[in-house]
């Protein structure tokens, strides 16, 4: 069999041949990464795929491969039936009996003398090992360790378990440190690492600054981005009772009213029997505000919309330049009106931004108008907001203006905020209703709200996050609030929903990098468990308070300390190595202990991707999520003024005022969360200038790299020591 075996080999493909031919022992045959088999292994599944597609499939070619392949293969497994006697139909065949032995044992007689007698197996010891592909004849050091690697296995494992995890106090401290990492030498060509063939010198200096390294970044700086919507996934595990399926039943008294966020509303697809945009308008009115009304009883409903770019550069820009795609518009509309027809392609119509904006124009005043005339007796108050920009701009309107049915401005309400899910909250925090209900299904809405849970008294606020025939959720955010204060794990912190916010800021959302192999609920779930050490200076988002800064640090140093945990033996806990960590100030303190997090991380991560960013890197990154929170604290506010987005370095932002012009995003939604494959490498080639994105910087001894480090003087920042 073996023969036949080898044989069939030579039939794979010739990437296959050609990856074995390099001196590898396993190879995939699909081509997909982590699903690689040996040499044996890949015959038997080539057996099985072709024999499976053969009786799956009655393709010509299918059944062609499996005529040829089956009368073969049966020969072969009646001759070995038959050597066995298996099919020997004498019912007084017994294996234990004394003819059958001697038979069997003469068969194997005749097969070793025939075999001696053939050059197909040569019984010689000193015959040396040779590829099997290549026919290149192994050296000494190659045949001495594919040949001997499992002693060596066991020998080095005996090491470790002596040495590293029962300690043997009979070895001396030279003993101790005397194992040493043992490559194998195969046939597969030798690596040569660029760093010491360049500088012939070790790397001793592991804290250098990389403005984006790739544990949040990929090679060509653009943020790396993952899931935010798992966050209220995670926290409806620790906090159930704030989730609710349904809504309580409350008296009539009681003044309820519904804010809806309205960049959700125009993703619903019209229906096949709308014809024009007032068609579409009218359903919409219907699908949400009648059905608001009657549904909650609403005397009131707000239906406000994002403003982008109300207030200049603004970190939203910086995701939507990341959400720019190419597709071909069909019609370019100059103006959204009632009788304009409606698009063939109503994803491709929102996707152009300006066509957008025109449709929130249209529908900002179409609301009003149709609840003027569903409403008559104003049984219900619909007001629109941030969607106006002619002489409206910045204002709310209201359809409640008297027996006339004029529109009429709502002064307290009037804000410049861009996004809708700071609006919802200010709208919440106006309002004089005992019950509020918020509709946005955007993660980022549930958590901007959370410091304003304190200022809206007396009132009961309800988000809902899904809204279908068969799932409806709201969240409680009073009860929430009431969970979190009653927290075991929370108790020692004083501002528990501001820390909450943080973490979920800096762990990653639409403004702020996402963390390789760091989701959601790791950081939810650390920071709950170590929220004493990391403290409430967490919620501190003042980049001139170093307080902030190092609780960052704090937290970032528990969620790798988590995942490396033995890297760092025989420290239990961050707070016993920062306990033994002296410095002068509390900031060097964390500075050293970031960079000894690196030093133990080395040798033990696989890419730089694992490999913690150093403390200038994090700092940038805080500064961000300090800019975002900040951004986030003013929704309460009727005008916003946002700082400057000058500490991010990635592409995305080094290049929004040229995305400005150009970009084109998909709807403002959670739905649609980022949840492309990030083209993470193994390559350490991630020192890349921010004026050079477009150039080659590979090779460190170019001039590319030199002029590198001469340019980025200029944003590189030292921190603090005192």
Not at 606 to 634: D, F, G, R, T
Request: charged residues 20%; aromatic residues 10%.
């Amino acid at each position: 069999m073996i023969p036949y075996h080898l044989a069939d080999l030579q039939t794979f493909p010739q990437s296959v041949l050609d990856h074995f031919e390099a001196g590898c022992f396993s190879v995939s045959i699909t081509g997909k990464n982590y699903y690689c088999v040996a040499l044996d292994e890949a015959h038997e599944m080539e057996i099985n795929l072709k024999t499976k597609q053969a009786i799956n499939s009655f393709s010509p070619t299918s059944l062609a491969t499996l005529t040829h392949y089956l009368p073969y293969r049966a020969e072969t497994l009646h001759n070995i039936k038959n050597q066995l006697c298996i099919e020997k139909s004498d019912s007084q065949y017994r294996e234990t009996s004394k003819p059958i032995i001697e038979t069997e044992e003469l068969t194997i007689r005749q097969y070793l003398s025939e075999l001696n007698t053939i050059s197909l197996f040569q019984e010689n010891s000193e015959c040396p090992l040779v590829h099997i592909f290549k026919k290149t004849v192994a050296t000494t050091d190659q045949s001495n360790c594919m040949l001997n690697y499992r002693e060596y296995g066991n020998t080095d494992m005996q090491k470790y378990i002596t040495c590293f995890l029962i300690k043997s106090t009979i070895l001396s401290a030279k003993q101790m440190h005397g194992r040493k990492r043992m490559n194998l030498k195969t046939f597969a060509p030798m690596k040569i690492n660029c760093i010491f063939e360049a500088h012939s010198e070790t790397c001793e200096d592991l804290d250098q600054f990389i403005s984006l390294p790739r544990a949040i970044s990929d090679a060509s700086g653009q943020p790396l981005k993952g899931t935010k919507s798992n966050a209220l996934k995670v926290i409806k595990l620790t906090y159930e009772a704030a989730f609710l399926s349904s809504l309580p039943v409350i008296d009539d008294s009681v003044q309820s009213n519904v804010i809806l966020e309205g960049m959700f509303l125009i993703n619903t697809i019209p229906l096949s029997s709308h014809r024009t945009i007032s068609d579409y308008a009218e359903f919409l009115f219907n699908r949400w505000i009648v059905k608001s009304h009657i549904q909650f009883k609403a005397q009131e409903i707000h239906v406000v919309f994002d403003h982008p770019n109300r207030n200049g550069t603004s970190p939203k820009d910086i995701e939507r330049s990341r959400r720019i795609h190419d597709f071909v518009s069909e019609k370019t509309y100059k103006t959204v009106s009632s009788h304009v027809l409606l698009p063939n392609n109503w994803q491709n119509f929102l996707n152009v931004r300006d066509h957008k904006r025109k449709l929130v124009n249209y529908l900002s005043y179409q609301v009003i108008t149709l609840s003027l005339q569903r409403f008559q007796n104003h049984e219900c108050v619909v007001i629109t907001a941030g969607g106006f920009d002619d002489v409206n701009v910045d204002k709310a309107l209201s359809s409640l203006g008297g027996v006339d049915g004029s529109i009429v401005e709502c002064c307290h309400l009037n804000s410049n905020h861009e996004e809708g899910e700071t609006r919802v909250w200010l709208h919440a925090i106006q309002s004089k209703a005992q019950r509020i209900i918020i509709y946005s299904p955007d993660t980022d809405t549930f958590f901007v709200g959370l410091p304003f849970i304190d200022s809206v008294g007396d009132k009961t606020i309800y988000l809902q996050l899904k809204d279908s025939c068969f799932d409806h959720q709201f969240v409680d955010m009073r009860m929430f609030a009431w969970q979190m204060s009653n927290d075991m794990c929370l108790k020692g912190l004083s501002a528990s929903v501001d820390c909450l916010q943080m973490v979920y800021i800096s762990s990653g959302c639409d403004f702020v990098f996402f963390f390789h192999g760091y989701g959601k609920k790791t950081f939810f779930d650390i920071f709950r468990q170590n929220a004493d050490f990391i403290s409430s200076d967490l919620s501190i988002c003042d980049e001139d308070n170093m307080q902030g800064l190092c609780a960052f640090f704090r937290l970032i140093l528990c969620v790798y300390f988590s995942k490396h945990r033995t890297a760092f033996q025989p420290a239990s806990s961050v707070k016993e190595m920062y306990d033994k960590t002296i410095c002068e100030s509390a900031l060097d303190k964390h500075v050293a202990l970031i960079k000894d997090f690196r030093e133990r991380m080395w040798e033990r991560v696989w890419s730089e991707v694992k490999m913690i960013p150093n403390a200038e890197a994090l700092k940038l990154h805080w500064l961000k999520c300090c800019l975002v929170m900040q951004y986030w604290k003013q929704g309460n506010t009727n005008f916003m003024s946002l700082p400057e987005i000058n500490s991010c370095k990635c592409v995305n932002c080094v290049n929004l005022p040229t995305n400005l012009n150009q970009a084109v995003d998909d709807p403002d939604s959670d739905l649609e969360d980022s949840e492309q494959e990030e083209d993470i490498s193994c390559e350490s080639d991630s020192e890349t200038d921010i004026n050079e994105f477009a150039a080659d910087t590979s090779g460190n001894t170019s001039t590319a790299y030199i002029n590198y480090w001469d340019t980025f003087e200029n944003y590189i920042f030292a921190l603090p020591t005192d």
